[in-house]
């Protein structure tokens, strides 16, 4: 009588379900994936340090190559300043019933850099530095925020040389002179959120990277750098939502503020309404909304 043997059934592989439920028990989680976003902010938090230091590092090494070596850090903004002044404040005569039109206008320049630089160094934030991406593991977010930290750095560093300009056209030092710490905090909130937000669009499509320095030209000259937003305002000629939108643009509004905090010349008068409240609307928005924004799309930087 022939027996019939019984081959045991193939050993199934665990369900989704039961391989999600072992990870869980052993404390894996899948690779890359974005931390929630109070976890994001303690990892970013822990690598302050590191920000820091990454920011003082490409501080230090981005004039190594010059002669002059961080001396251009002042002579940049300077040089600019020279060539708007010739241009605007001679040729076009817009220093016309403005007073302290050097500091003023080399003020303006100033502030304006630290934006301008701060937006540009975070469009290749992720996608010029992928090497560093793809061999670490660390939040991204460090790397737009140390680039707009490398710029304040960088402002600091020549405010010694915008005080000597200051001084040297008969600007008095005065308490104002405190408000441009808080000034400079919010500006740079500010920075490193838009920041956040052009690197994001710069790790996708660098072709960003392109056509940033043409929108950067455009708001430059909407932002009263070389010219007095107040004095074409005053005026009943524009339409009043233009006026609106050119006194609570962002880059404006820091500007006015280290204008009133440095030349005792530019008087609350010549200020937007509620100036403060803008100002920190604007670092607001773009700091948190910047930052949610980055977040979101964490685990796709330095992929493809």
């Known amino acids: 009588m022939s027996q019939v043997l019984h081959t045991p059934p193939p050993t199934q592989a665990p369900a989704g379900d039961d391989l999600a439920a072992l990870a869980a028990r052993h404390g894996l989680s899948v690779s890359g994936a974005r931390p929630s976003l109070p976890e994001y902010v303690r990892q970013l938090w822990a690598r302050r340090h590191f920000i820091s230091a990454f920011a003082t590092a490409k501080l230090t090494a981005q004039y190594s190559q010059a002669k002059l070596g961080q001396i251009w850090q002042v002579m ?93 056209f008969g600007v008095p030092v005065a308490v104002s002179w405190v408000l441009a710490i808080p000034a400079l905090v919010l500006q740079f909130t500010f920075n490193a959120g838009v920041s956040m937000i052009v690197a994001r669009m710069g790790a996708k499509t660098p072709d960003i990277a392109q056509l940033m320095p043409f929108v950067l030209r455009t708001w430059m000259y909407v932002s009263g750098v070389m010219w007095s937003i107040d004095k074409i305002t005053s005026h009943d000629k524009l339409p009043h939502l233009v006026t609106i939108l050119l006194e609570l643009n962002p880059a404006a509004v820091y500007i006015d503020l280290m204008r009133f905090a440095l030349i005792d010349s530019f008087h609350a008068a010549s200020l937007p309404p509620h100036v403060w409240a803008a100002a920190t609307g604007w670092a607001l928005l773009a700091g948190i909304g910047g930052f949610i924004y980055f977040w979101k799309a964490e685990e796709t930087y330095g992929r493809g």
């Open 76 to 168: 940049n903004p300077l040089l600019n300043a020279a060539v708007y002044y010739f241009i605007f404040g001679v040729l076009l005569n817009t220093k016309h019933n403005v007073p302290d039109y050097v500091p003023f206008l080399v003020t303006g320049v100033f502030i304006w850099t630290f934006t301008q630089s701060s937006i540009m160094a975070g469009t290749r934030a992720i996608s010029g530095n992928l090497g560093l991406v793809r061999a670490l593991h660390f939040p991204r977010a460090a790397l737009p925020i140390s680039f707009a930290l490398q710029q304040l750095q960088q402002l600091l560093f020549s405010m010694a040389a915008l005080i000597v300009i200051l001084l040297a």
